[in-house]
């Protein structure tokens, strides 16, 4: 079937522009046979309605980003009853020595691989702004620690970057299924006009493919195709509610009323269009999403692409000439005398400052002991912004069942929230490989899942539709 063009009077995520899709997740699973059927699942996954007609994949992967230990969630959101100023609170120096990068501390651009970027450049200039530090530990060779190194080495600083995972990249890690690379984390580079990513691809020479979010088709739950028009009235109404106030109360509350009012049939297209326009954009359900999460942050012109090559070359070139110590894990930091000291299983690390780079997740869990305590300034905005959730999973095929020319396939499940997009990657990877996305109580739920169950859900999602 070719794609149907959605005609609504709002463009779909026009009100969202302003909002990164990280689309971070972390791998754990992979398969070159098709998964057992009948799983150990904790909940049963969806059933299949006859035998499957579409083909086994290939090539699976499943991700729990939830159940890294090393970022505790996907990337950050604002929770109702926390102001923006919280991510200020976070870039701000804690003293002379220690400073906090990451996409939690970037105000323009939260939740991105280029905000993550920018608040690594951001650490790293107040480490040079009148201090005379020629020694530098960078935590995390994310894309805000490979970001800070870089600035810091480029301005004739000594510089040394720990990172616990056996690869760098953090939230960012493109993974090959068999020869077709694809991000099992951050994808997307949201804004392509004026990005310093997407100029760094330029000067790579990697190819970066659009998505066009209106170049999608919608099926409802028994699989029928269904005509974007007939959603445009809870589509306009969602909006009108989302973007009713700039308050810190939560967004929930002001949608629920217009859910009451619908039928049965109507509540289930709502759902729907609540999880896809705003669930897997600000990875957190709609009861804990602030209302000023619509107001805050700003955006590159030029629309979305995805690099053909995958993440991996742009990390590799920000990681070029840097001292990376790789599987070093960080048990402390102390930063009350006159230098800092970084403890990890691997040794010990003195330097003139540090930038510790690791996910909001992993400074909320307390994975880092410091020592003086952080600020109360700093554990505040800490505690008060969100870490949220989305997952991925990933699948290749022998060959293309679905619509081929549509860059989105959103199905309206019976489950609020499960496998509700699916994205082609046949134009960014001319592989028949489908991603299908999970974010916030969805996503969570679903990592309680064994793979076997999760992609046994999927398939039986996918034969829903085309059988």
Known sequence: MSPQPHDAALSRRSFLAAAGLGG???????????????????????????????????HWRVT??????????????????????????????????????????????????????????RAASQVLEGHGYRSVVVVGAGAAGLGAAQALVDAGSDVVVVEARGRIGGRVWTDDMGDAPVDLGGSWIHGVRGNPLAELADSLDITLVHTDYDNSVLYDTDGSLMDWSRLDHLYEAMVDAALSSSSTHAMGPELAPIRERLNAEEQRWFDFLITSEIEHWWPADVDKLAM???????????????????????IESLAAGLDIRLETAVSSVDHGGPGVVVDSEQGRFDADAAIVTVPLGVLKGERIRFTPDLPYSTLSAVQMLGMGLMNKVVLRFPEVFWDEQADLISYVPST???????????????????????????????????????IETALNTLDMIYR
């Open 292 to 314: 000023a999460t619509a107001f805050f942050g700003k955006a590159f012109r030029g629309g979305d692409a995805v690099p053909t090559t995958g993440y991996r070359p742009i």
């Open 64 to 121: 729990r980003w939830g159940a890294d230990p090393w970022s505790l969630g996907s990337y950050s959101y604002l929770p109702a009853g926390t102001s923006a100023t919280s991510r200020a609170a976070l870039a701000r120096p804690i003293g002379d020595r220690l400073f906090l990068a990451g996409e939690a501390t970037d105000s323009d651009y939260p939740g991105t691989v280029h905000g993550a970027l920018s608040s690594g450049r």
């Open 416 to 454: 609020k929230g499960h496998f509700v997009e699916w994205y082609n990657a046949v134009p960014w990877t001319d592989q028949p490989i489908l991603v299908g996305f999970n974010a916030a109580k969805a996503a969570a739920e679903i990592e309680t899942w064994s793979d076997d169950a999760t």
């Open 24 to 58: 971070l997740a972390l791998a754990t699973g992979c398969a070159t046979t098709p998964p057992r059927t009948g799983s150990d699942s904790t909940a049963p996954p969806v059933e299949a309605t006859g035998p499957r007609t579409i083909p086994d994949p290939t």
